[in-house]
């Protein structure tokens, strides 16, 4: 782990760290800092429970409808709608332009710019009124429509920021000090390692277990044997950040139907356990439980085929190389 360095700044750890040569830096910089700061409005949001009207006046946002339904046919609560609209006007109103911003609670909104960006505003959505754990997820693309940076931020006791960019992955925490002569603002923490012990850690496995194929039962049995305590919460960013901690494992298996989406949730986060050396299978297939793929497999995202990512999801696991390897075996 490497040594801290108190009170940088999530911009000047940017400015720092982001070698000069990397293509359209400056761009993606600002890119990412929009959508930080666009989450500490959010972080209020969901802290009040919600006063939104007062937000979205302050920040001329058009008004929304305090239920609706999603593109999936799933019912939507306020904050899903409106934490949408707070990260767009925000990427909008900003100098830099974008490729795309694609979201789960609306159309995709195409731009001429460098990179594309997906956001799932709330994940874990429905734990917000029983008062667990819920973050954003982000996805950043190239022009080729490869990822090259994610990050996630959990709303809970405090409110963090974890970034996989350029090989290494970075967890910020926002300063809310009320000494504090300046706005809130993330600060550097550390890097991020991630423990890939053989026995122990922790195991996060969802879908409907009642359907599970004996694969699945069998590998949840290996994982039992070599101590990987159950930790499920059904907020996959929120088990997604234990595990960085602890190490093991999420899974969702796809019974009865795959869930996750693909670029909203899965890739993201497999980003960022892939650049800590992790592993992740894809799992699309209620079918063949054999048949996992790599995030290799995962078809570019271009303002081509960006309308059609509503509908791709699957199941998978990702997490600790060693005891996802454990599925092989199973």
Known sequence: MSERKENIKLSKWLDSDIPHSFSDRD????????????????????????TSRE?????????????TINLYGESQIHEDVLTHSIILKALQDCDVN???????????????????????????????????????????????GTIICSFYVLYGIYTNLVLALNGKVAEF???????????????????????????????????DSSNWSSKYIAYQQALINHDFKDRYSG?????????????????????????IRIYYEWLPLAFIIKTLGGEFYIIDSTDNDEKIKKIESIEPLTKENVYTIHSITSGGILGSKKPVKLYNSS
């Open 27 to 50: 761009e993606l910089i600002e890119i990412i800092e929009t959508i930080a700061e666009a989450t500490i409005p959010i972080r209020g949001l969901l802290e009040r429970g919600i």
């Open 55 to 67: 937000i979205e006046q302050r920040m001329e946002i058009e008004n929304v409808e305090k239920q």
């Open 98 to 144: 974008f490729l795309f911003v694609a979201s789960e609670e609306a159309e995709p909104v195409l731009g001429s710019g460098k990179f594309g960006i997906t956001i799932d505003p709330v994940d874990g959505s429905s734990n917000v009124i029983v008062n667990r754990t819920v973050g954003t997820i982000v996805g950043i693309y190239n022009e080729m």
């Open 173 to 207: 925490i926002l300063d809310t000090s009320p000494y504090s002569m300046t706005f809130y603002h993330y600060i550097y923490q550390e890097i991020k390692q991630l423990p890939n012990q053989e026995v122990g850690g922790i195991r996060c496995l969802g879908g």
């Open 235 to 259: 907020s996959f960013v929120g088990d997604f950040h234990a595990i960085l901690t602890y190490g093991g494992v999420y899974a969702y298996f796809p019974l009865p139907k795959p869930k």
